[in-house]
C-alpha cells in the first residue's frame, strides 16, 4: 500500500513575518570553515589543515519561544486549572501521545472575513457539507485565508478565528487535538482589539483559548499546506517536544495518507 505524506509545518526562519515584532525567532548560522576553533578545543593543536577542505562542522544557535513555529500549545498555556478548575491544566510534556496521530478532518474557513469569530452552528455546517461525523480524537484542523499570506507583514492580521462554543462544539464531541494555519486559534488580537475598544466586554478576549478552562484540549498554530488536504480520508501525526512543565512545544506535523 502506498502511503503520501504531506508536510504541515512552516519552518523555524529569520526575517520571515510569523509573529508580532519582538516575537520573532533568532537563528545564528555557524559555517564549517567558521568552526574549526570551535573543534579544536576538543583536539588541541588541530588547524585548518589537519581537517578535510579545512571544514569544520555547521551549528546553529537558536534563540525561540516554544510558541514560535509550528508548535503544540497544551492546556497549561490557556489557564492554570481545568476541568472547571477540578484539577491542574496539562503541560505539555504530559500530552497523551495516543492522542497526537489520529484520523484528521478539516475545516474549510478560507472564506470567512479576517477576524470574524467562528461559531458552533460554522463548525456543524461546514460537518454537514462535507459529510463528516465527528469521532472521539479526530484531529481537527482549519483552514483560514491566513495560510495564503504566510511569511508577508498581514499574516498576524490574516484569518477566522475559533470562538468558545466553536472550540466547546469540538471538544463536548470529544476532539482533543486541533489546529490552525493562522498565527492564533482565536481570532487576530488586531481585530479583537477594536471590538474591546468598542465593548469592554472581557468574555471575548482569548475565548477560544480560554475554553480550555471548562474541558482540556491541545491546539497547534502555524500550521501549513492546509489547501492541500480534502475534507478527511487522512490521518495526521503531531508528536510534541517534550519540555518539562512547558506551555507548549515545537512540532513537526504531517498529513499522513494510505492510497
Request: hydrophobic content about 40%; glycine content about 8%; charged content about 25%.
Amino acid at each position: 500500500m502506498a502511503r503520501r505524506i504531506v508536510d504541515l509545518s512552516i519552518a523555524l526562519e529569520v526575517g520571515v513575518p510569523s509573529d508580532p515584532p519582538g516575537m520573532e525567532p533568532r537563528i545564528t548560522y555557524t559555517q564549517h570553515k567558521d568552526s574549526v576553533l570551535q573543534m579544536a578545543a576538543s583536539f588541541p593543536g588541530l588547524t585548518a589543515q589537519d581537517l578535510p577542505d579545512g571544514e569544520g562542522w555547521a551549528v546553529e544557535r537558536v534563540q525561540i519561544s516554544t510558541h514560535n513555529g509550528t508548535h503544540m500549545d497544551a492546556p497549561w498555556h490557556f489557564h492554570s486549572t481545568t476541568d472547571h478548575g477540578a484539577r491542574r491544566a496539562p503541560t505539555i510534556d504530559e500530552t497523551p501521545l495516543d492522542q497526537c496521530f489520529r484520523p484528521g478532518v478539516k475545516l474549510d474557513f478560507r472564506g470567512l472575513p479576517d477576524g470574524y469569530v467562528a461559531t458552533a452552528a460554522d463548525v456543524e455546517a461546514e460537518l454537514r457539507r462535507v459529510g463528516h461525523q465527528l469521532a472521539p480524537l479526530d484531529i481537527v484542523v482549519v483552514n483560514t485565508r491566513a495560510g495564503e499570506v504566510f511569511g508577508r507583514p498581514e499574516y498576524i492580521h490574516a484569518g477566522c478565528g475559533m470562538g468558545r462554543e466553536a472550540t466547546l462544539y469540538l471538544t463536548e464531541r470529544g476532539v482533543r487535538v486541533v489546529g490552525t494555519d493562522a498565527w492564533s486559534w482565536d481570532a487576530p488580537f488586531s481585530h479583537t482589539a477594536k471590538k474591546w475598544a468598542a465593548t469592554r466586554d472581557p468574555a471575548i478576549i482569548w475565548e477560544g483559548h480560554k475554553a480550555g478552562r471548562e474541558i482540556p484540549y491541545w491546539q497547534m498554530e502555524k500550521l501549513a499546506n492546509l489547501a492541500q488536504l480534502p475534507p478527511d480520508g487522512f490521518e495526521i501525526c503531531c508528536f510534541p517536544v517534550k519540555i518539562k512543565g512547558a506551555s507548549a512545544g515545537w512540532s513537526r506535523v504531517v498529513a499522513i495518507f494510505e492510497d
